[in-house]
């Protein structure tokens, strides 16, 4: 690990004004991914920014009906809510999901949303990525992609996002809250907030440099059936090849959304329109255009038996 300085920040404007001045600055909360990521040299930053005194740790009800999470509550704070519990269901089961108790009890809801991939060659110094190094070339393209993306791909990346957590919440349509390095504030819906690879797969999230997200703000609730079901290669601390977050209504309309297949949680509204026809009528659709690899084109099969696993679940009530 390379050496750095280090501050905490009083206010979250003071933190995102400290990163945008420094070069190489980052901020630091949980520290579940980056500090592992430091140890390898693949984040190297100059400077860190500790925000965990910002107060952002609370969950609190919204004028809409909704909840607003601060950017900082624990994964295991938020899986517990009991209002996270009985009305978001598929958040607190998606947030079980992920990880170890260990690691929940430390990762936060802003950490959690801007998770690195764990495509191996990313975390391989020696290979060729252009996540980590922009235009050195993509060594998962042809290699092995086990756990890599089979739609949303690009020439220069096949790396997929690796939280439970991001899936469940744009099923929610979820809204992150951010403050900027000039003290303004803005909102960024979840779906536009994860970008695609294209050819620049480096830049993975709608965040300018500096900008802190200070919570995470979800609608009021949706009723129905809550389920997310995860399949991995172990029963525990594994991240998905397949996820399926759904909400399905009585009358079998719903809403659909897969993780473990693109570089962000994949979901398209339109598709769910066919869900009363049966999981393959959605999928089709969710991943038409798949560029699968040799060793992950089970992942449009596997996708498929995983929702129609969901919609039979969902029928037993």
Aim: hydrophobic content about 40%.
């Amino acid at each position: 690990m390379k050496a750095f300085t280090f501050e905490k920040a009083r206010t979250p404007a003071e933190a995102a004004a400290a990163v945008a001045r420094t070069p190489g600055a980052r901020f630091i909360a949980g520290g579940t991914n980056l500090l592992d990521l430091m140890k390898l040299e693949i984040e190297t930053p100059t400077h860190l920014v500790d925000v965990n005194g910002l107060k952002l740790d609370t969950v609190e009800a919204t004028r809409e009906g909704g909840l607003r999470i601060g950017a900082l509550v624990r994964n295991t704070d938020l899986a517990a809510d009991q209002r996270v519990r009985t009305d978001y269901g598929v958040l607190s089961r998606a947030l079980l999901a992920g990880a170890s108790t260990q690691l929940r009890n430390k990762a936060t809801t802003a950490g959690n949303l801007l998770q690195r991939t764990r495509c191996p060659y990313f975390y391989d110094t020696n290979q060729p990525c252009n996540k980590r190094t922009p235009g050195s070339g993509c060594s998962a393209i042809g290699g092995f992609t086990r756990h890599n993306a089979i739609v949303g791909v690009s020439d220069a990346c096949i790396a997929t996002h690796p939280s439970d957590m991001a899936v469940a919440m744009a099923l929610l349509d979820a809204t992150v809250e951010t403050v900027q390095p000039n003290g303004a504030t803005r909102t960024i819906p979840i779906a536009d907030f994860h970008k695609l690879p294209g050819n620049t797969p480096h830049i993975e999230h709608a965040l300018a440099p500096g900008e802190l997200i200070t919570a995470v703000t979800l609608p009021k609730p949706v009723g129905g059936t809550h389920i997310y079901r995860k399949v991995r290669d172990r029963s525990s601390y594994a991240f998905a090849l397949v996820s399926v977050a759904a909400i399905v209504q009585s009358d079998g309309s719903g809403r659909v959304a897969l993780g473990g297949v693109a570089h962000k949680p994949w979901r398209m509204p339109a598709a769910e329109q066919n869900l009363p026809r049966g999981g393959k009528a959605v999928i089709d659709q969710l991943l038409a255009g798949a560029k699968p690899q040799h060793d992950n084109a089970f992942k449009v099969v596997l996708a498929q038996r995983t929702l129609d696993a969901v919609l039979a679940e969902a029928k037993k009530g």
